[in-house]
């Protein structure tokens, strides 16, 4: 072999060589691409479900306050009264009051004219009956919502009405009858009995002005506070008596106390919506 021939070889050699290595480098090139893409893609896919996971989160309960208008789902209680069957007898009555371990267990009535009709007129149908009803009048709200609402009811006609609401004037039951009870279509009112106490014929719904503040503070405090000799008063009361404070007063007579009435006094402590 000359030396021309030599030389042509390792030429070529060296040709052969240089594209091999060209080869590699493309090769090379190709790879480092497709790791840059695939790293580059993993970044924003990962950047974009992070971003979606921030903006989506739920912000937390305290970063925003929550609205007076919403409210958790009232639970339900069971009404044993029959209210459509009774106004189907009687449109006039409204609600029904319920004294444990009393006979208190009455509808109540409201005549939408004259507030002497149930004085000796049966709830039940209206007929005329020396006992009457359990009723208010129509100075008062039929909702319960008054500062004061007053009920009456007879005492004397055998154990009916409202005579065995004497039974507080025993400082033993009092004691153990703490609440008493007004249903509503609606609604279960829990009223604590603050007192029970003799006092005097007047009409407490004219004599006082309740949407005066200072004439309902004086009446809230004489009813936790009564000066008669005949009473009977809790301290410990569930909620204190405030402005807002809604008291009914359940009214009878005393036998053979013409110009006295007898007063049992509850506050609202617990209103319960109804099945």
């Not at 459509?84 to 004219?113: R, S």
Request: hydrophobic letters at 35%; a negative charge; aromatic letters at 12%.
């Amino acid at each position: 072999m000359n030396e021309n021939e030599l030389n042509n070889n390792e030429l070529n050699d060296q040709n052969n060589q240089n594209e091999d290595n060209r080869k590699k480098r493309k090769i090379k090139l190709i790879l480092i691409f497709i790791i840059v893409f695939v790293l580059v893609f993993c970044a924003v896919y990962f950047g974009i479900q992070l971003y979606n996971s921030h903006i989506t989160k739920p912000l937390p309960a305290t970063t925003a306050p929550v609205s007076v208008s919403q409210t958790v789902e009232e639970s339900k209680v069971e009404n044993p009264i029959d209210f459509e069957a009774l106004k189907a007898q009687n449109e006039d009555i409204y609600a029904w009051i319920k004294v444990d371990d009393t006979n208190v267990d009455y509808p109540i009535v409201q005549n939408p004219t004259d507030d002497e009709f149930y004085l000796k007129h049966t709830a039940e149908d209206k007929s005329w009956s020396a006992s009457g009803a359990v009723y208010t009048e129509l100075v008062n709200n039929k909702n319960f919502r008054d500062a004061v609402t007053l009920i009456y009811g007879h005492n004397g006609y055998g154990d009916t009405m409202f005579t065995t609401l004497h039974r507080f004037s025993d400082e033993d039951f009092f004691n153990s009858h703490p609440y008493f009870y007004i249903y509503t279509q609606d609604r279960k009112l829990t009223y604590q009995v603050v007192s029970a106490f003799k006092y005097d014929d007047r009409h407490i719904m004219n004599s006082f002005n309740f949407a005066n503040l200072e004439e309902l503070e004086e009446f809230q405090n004489y009813v936790q506070n009564p000066t008669s000799s005949l009473k009977n008063v809790r301290t410990d009361l569930d909620k204190p008596i405030n402005s807002s404070s809604k008291l009914v007063i359940l009214s009878t007579c005393i036998t053979n106390q013409k110009s006295s009435r007898y007063l049992i006094c509850g506050v609202l402590t617990n209103d319960e919506k109804t099945n």
